[in-house]
């Protein structure tokens, strides 16, 4: 697909995401400008623009970002979350945040900070806690929060724990792998997951932030206190 194509895709299912959810909510109006001034500061053309473009790898830190700025600290579980770049910033921000990933991965020793554009050292000494196992639903019980960002085999069972033990959640539904369901043809992955969700009886969020790859996310406050 070319890099036009792709945008209106993305665009499109967006669109279609919001008519399958409740669709964007005021309290993301927020991010979502400071995404959409990016989007316009990355078609004039400057040096920010090329700063800007370099922000697109930076998924953790975006995401990052917009948790600190939305909601609360908590209890936090980043499932599927890989090195676990994105609870060590959480947990630097305050909050109590654990990987949950069958894969044991160390912290990366490194990470740029977007807000200073400075390389930071993560100490070689730093944890994050760890539970090396796939997700199960019941460990929601223990989370307040659950983040799948492009999760293999948890989003289906991310939303059952929110049904359930009343967590909310944030999704960035990626590769269909393991799970229970798959979309019936036509059906992008991302719609698919958003309609379980609201066939669960969830209030659904859905917003965008500005990294390449799938960024369309999808957030359910559960017991999350938004920021006010
Ligand atoms: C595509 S990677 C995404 C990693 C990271 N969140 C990111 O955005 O770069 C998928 C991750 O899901 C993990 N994974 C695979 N099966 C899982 C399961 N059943 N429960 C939790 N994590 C799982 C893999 O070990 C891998 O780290």
């Not at 983040?147 to 033990?165: E, F, K, L, P, R």
């Not at 609201?198 to 969020?205: D, E, K």
Request: neutral net charge; contains cysteine.
């Amino acid at each position: 697909m070319t890099r036009h194509k792709d945008r209106e895709y993305t665009q499109a299912l967006y669109d279609s995401v919001k008519q399958i959810t409740v669709g964007e909510w005021l309290p993301w109006e927020r991010v979502t400008a400071v995404n959409h001034s990016l989007a316009l500061i990355l078609e004039t053309g400057s040096q920010r623009e090329r700063e800007l473009r370099k922000m697109k790898k930076f998924r953790f830190q975006l995401l990052h970002r917009w948790l600190v700025e939305q909601l609360e600290p908590c209890r936090v579980a980043d499932i599927g979350g890989g090195k676990g770049l994105l609870a060590y910033l959480l947990q630097q921000s305050g909050w109590q945040a654990t990987v949950i990933d069958p894969v044991p991965q160390p912290l990366p020793d490194k990470y740029k900070d977007i807000l200073s554009d400075e390389r930071v050292r993560v100490p070689p000494t730093a944890v994050v806690p760890h539970i090396d196992a796939p997700f199960a639903m019941e460990m929601g019980a223990q989370f307040d929060l659950l983040i799948g960002m492009h999760a293999h085999g948890s989003n289906a069972q991310i939303i059952d724990a929110a049904v359930t033990y009343g967590c909310g959640f944030v999704l960035f539904p990626c590769c269909v792998i393991d799970e229970p369901f798959f979309p019936p043809l036509g059906v992008d992955w991302v719609e698919s997951v958003a309609g379980y969700a609201v066939q669960q009886g969830l209030a659904v969020y859905p917003f965008r932030l500005n990294f390449k790859g799938q960024n369309i996310g999808l957030c359910s406050l559960g017991r999350c206190q938004h920021r006010t």
